[in-house]
């Protein structure tokens, strides 16, 4: 059975850091993408930044320059450095086997909550 599994939120001032974790079982991440995504209180998911099986990076633009997103295949984990955080970054950080967050056939965790206080 696969499971993906975030850890590393927590409440952080602004202008801090936290990084975050999503550690993979049952699974090989050799072959998949892995994305981050984010549901801000009262929003939709929304992407955050994705790491393509060759290490290519994307950010969405609200994050760039502050978020750094990598990954460990030999410990089944992708991380989400995130830096100079802002109160709009609170939300529920998801980590995906996949970047668009619309396909089903994608693996999913059940999140992490962020909370940056101003």
């Known amino acids: 059975q696969v499971h993906l599994v975030e850890s590393g939120g927590g409440l952080v001032q602004a202008g801090g850091s936290l990084r975050l974790s999503c550690t993979a079982s049952?699974?090989?991440?050799?072959?998949?993408?892995m994305g981050w995504f984010r549901r801000a209180p009262g929003k939709e998911r929304e992407k955050v930044s994705c790491?393509?099986?060759?290490?290519?990076?994307r950010y969405e633009d609200s994050v760039k320059g502050r978020f750094t997103i990598s990954r460990d295949n030999a410990k089944r984990t992708a991380y989400l450095q995130m830096s100079g955080l802002k109160p709009e970054d609170t939300g529920v950080y998801y980590c995906?086997?996949?970047?668009?967050?619309?396909?089903?056939?994608?693996?999913w965790g059940k999140g992490t909550l962020v909370t940056v206080s101003s």
């Open positions: 049952g699974i090989s991440l050799d072959f998949y993408q």
């Open positions: 790491i393509g099986t060759d290490g290519t990076t």
């Open positions: 995906a086997t996949g970047c668009t967050g619309r396909n089903p056939m994608d693996y």
